[in-house]
């Protein structure tokens, strides 16, 4: 496959862009989104270029976990605006997901951000949700 654009993530952990980096390890990276939700917005991308969460193996998807939960921590004590923190992960166009190159999102949160969640809330019957999880059980590797 040719790659149309280059990797801005990518770019940025091979040194080539300019990044604010809150944290790095061996696996990780922790920068801050260029356009933040919230000032304090930080992306935990991992260092190998992976698409989506189906192409991250468990020891990727733990580290990203480990740094976005000890980011959450740090965003509290840090004397930014945090009363409270949102992680967000888009995994595939679908789901709003802009670059190719997994993140999370952590975003400190406070009344009055601005920022919004929202969907369409279903409803959905004990029945109807019993054979959702049974589709989604069977199809777990
Ligand atoms: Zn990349």
């Not at 061996?26 to 992306?43: E, F, K, R, S, Y």
């Not at 939960?69 to 923190?85: F, I, M, N, P």
């Amino acid at each position: 496959m040719i790659r149309m654009r280059v990797c801005p993530f990518c770019e940025i952990i091979a040194g080539r862009a300019e990044a604010s980096v809150v944290y790095d390890d061996d696996t990780v990276v922790a920068i801050l989104d260029l356009n933040p939700a919230t000032v304090g917005h930080v992306l935990v991308i991992p260092r190998v270029h992976v698409a989506g969460l189906a192409d991250a193996d468990d020891a990727v998807g733990a580290a990203i976990w480990r740094t976005a939960r000890r980011v959450s921590v740090a965003l509290r004590a840090s004397g930014l605006r945090c009363d409270g923190v949102r992680l967000s992960l888009a995994d595939g166009e679908a789901a709003g997901q802009d670059v190719f190159h997994l993140h999370l999102h952590v975003v400190p949160r406070y009344p009055g951000d601005g920022v919004v969640v929202t969907a369409d809330w279903k409803k959905r019957s004990r029945e109807l949700l019993d054979q959702d999880a049974a589709l989604i059980r069977e199809a777990l590797t």
